[in-house]
């Protein structure tokens, strides 16, 4: 598989477009490594510790936030217009 090139300065929203893309390529080759029936156990259990620590890496993150969700991102810079901030 070849590696993509690293694009530089691009913004939030084609950064998180970018993210979600290779998420779906992602999933899409381990469903297709299940369905022709070529996944050895060995990735199996990669793809498994991969979910476990993602599932517990954002229940931390939920726990710790008091229950009051996840939300990293300041939106109130993402609403202003490039011209206020600072």
Do not use: H
């Amino acid at each position: 598989m070849k590696a993509r090139k690293r694009r530089k300065n691009l913004s939030f929203p084609g950064m998180m477009t970018e993210l979600m893309l290779a998420s779906w390529e992602t999933i899409a080759r381990c469903n297709l490594l299940m369905a022709q029936n070529t996944c050895s156990p060995a990735e199996y259990r990669r793809m498994i510790a991969q979910k476990t620590e993602a599932a517990a890496a954002s229940g931390l993150k939920f726990i710790s936030s008091g229950g009051r969700g996840v939300n990293d991102v300041d939106n109130g810079a993402l609403a202003r217009p490039r011209s206020r901030q600072r």
